[in-house]
Structures are given as C-alpha cells and as structure tokens.
C-alpha cells in the first residue's frame, strides 16, 4: 500500500466508522444472536452436557461449561458480524456510492478494505461485549498476556479471513435477501464442531466433517490459549486455514470488483444524463 491508499482507507473507514457510531444498534444487533446461545447453552443446555458427562470434568465445576462455550461463541460473534459487512457494501453498491468513489482519483483497493477494516472494529466490540458478558457469567481465564495477544491475534485473522468473504456477495448479491443469507453457513458451521460438544461422540461421519472443517482447530486452539494449556498442532492447522481462506477471498474480491467496475465503465455511455450518441 503507498501512503496515498493509505490516508484514503483511513478516511473511507472514518466514514463507515461514523455510520456504525450514529446507529449502534447495529453492533447490538450482530451480538443479540451469540449472546442468546451464550444464554441458552450455559443455562438451559448447559447443565444436560455437563450432567451427562461430554464436558470433560465439567460435572464437578459448574463454570467449566462457559469456558469451554466461549471460543465458539467468538466465531458465531464474527460470523453475525461480516454479514453486516456485506449488506453495508451492498448499500454503498446498490445507492450509487460506491459507483462515485470509483469516479474520483481513489485507489479502488481503499473502498474495500475501509469495509474490512470496519468490520474489524466493530467485531473487536462485540466481542468485548461477549467476554464482558461470559465473565459475569463466571468465564474464567488463567491464561497469561502472551496467550490472550495470540487469542487477539488469531480472532483478528479470523475476522480478516471472514470479511474479506463477505466483500463477495456484497459486490454481487442482487437484492437484500441474497445478501443477508450470506452469513447463515459461517454461523451453521460451529454446530458441526467441537464449539459446543467435543467431536468424540458424534456419528463416524459427521466426526469426520467435524475434525477436518477450519472451526474445530480455530476453536481448539482458542480455548487451549485461554486455559493456558499447549495447542499443539491445532494453532498451526488454523493459521493455515484462515491464511488460505484469506488469499482466495481477497483474490476473488478484487477480481470481481474490477470487473465490475470494468462493466460500469462500458455501461457509462449509456446512462449519461445526455444519453447515448447517435
């Protein structure tokens, strides 16, 4: 990046910062759904797992559910969190915005990453707002500085990697259904993992999905550096998941962006308030 994209990311995030500010219901809302499984899982599911044993330990110490819950809870949070992602560029896309950036001397790489890195802050709330909440709850964490700096820096890829997803349907989603649907796999997919129960009880098959999708090591290696305990190989697997689904997005991001604007450019004669030459 040359300082230029640089100083017009940080005016263009400045700009979608000051959208979320003016309507902070919006970072409410993204959390509404993973502080209601929070909720429902610790108190009304919670004592069943705990009771039939499939929390290691978990039946002698009621506040072991919460801590082992927590890690999922973090990718559910940032899953809700980048479909907002999408449906602001959506917006921006689809009110002509983003279509009058393109118009002035603007690096076409700022206006995405001012979405991303947006996304990155306002999730970096929610998230604060959910560990807030889980630590009334009795979420607790003998983990020392280095190892929450490694949980920050690995939400922080996570985040990254699931914003950059979310840039695609933002710049090809034809109506606001399609593009609030983006969201709905990413947070189906800790389901199938080991945020909620451990993958040893589940069916051959679904074990199988399970220990072989990125969120089983994501959240593994999350709740191993939160209990200040090693994380093996899964810190390295999920790095290299969240790595690679980083470089495909931002790769199909920007090859469909600027073929989009390609095809805006082509088009241009044709809505020119003048009309098209004879």
């Known amino acids: 990046m040359t300082p230029y994209v640089v100083r017009e990311t ?5 700009r979608s910062v000051r959208h979320i500010l003016r309507s902070p219901d919006t970072i409410l809302t993204t959390v509404v759904t993973p502080i209601a499984m929070l909720l429902l899982f610790v108190y009304v599911f919670g004592g069943a797992i705990q009771a039939g044993g499939a929390i290691p330990g978990a039946a002698q110490d009621g506040a072991r559910y919460v801590d082992y819950l927590l890690p999922g809870i973090h990718v559910i949070t940032v899953a809700s969190g980048t479909a907002y992602t999408a449906f602001r560029l959506f917006t921006d896309r689809t009110g ?8 002035m001397p603007i690096a076409r790489s700022a206006i995405l990453w001012a979405h991303v890195l947006t996304s990155v802050l306002a999730n970096a709330v929610s998230l604060l707002l959910i560990v807030g909440l889980a630590l009334v709850m009795g979420f607790r964490s003998g983990a020392g500085p280095l190892a929450w700096l ?11 990697a699931l914003s950059w997803l979310a840039v695609i349907p933002g710049l090809t989603a034809g109506s606001v259904d399609g593009v609030s649907g983006f969201s709905y796999p990413l947070i189906f997919l800790p389901f199938v993992s080991s945020a909620f129960v ?3 009880g589940m069916p051959a098959a679904v074990r199988w999905f399970a220990e072989r999708q990125p969120v089983t090591p994501i959240v593994d290696t999350l709740r191993n550096l939160m209990a200040d305990r090693p994380v093996g190989t899964d810190g390295a697997v999920a790095v290299v998941w969240c790595v690679a689904l980083l470089v495909v ?3 199909l991001a920007v090859l469909i962006d600027r073929r989009s604007a390609g095809g805006a450019a082509g088009q241009a004669p044709d809505v020119s308030p003048a009309g098209p030459a004879d």
Request: charged residues 15%; hydrophobic residues 55%; proline residues 3%.
């Open 96 to 103: 002509g915005i983003v279509e009058r950036f393109r118009s």
């Open 150 to 160: 490694a949980v920050t820096g690995l939400l922080i890829l996570v985040t990254l």
């Open 10 to 14: 940080g005016i263009l995030t400045g």
């Open 198 to 200: 451990p993958t040893d």
């Open 249 to 251: 997005a931002v790769a």
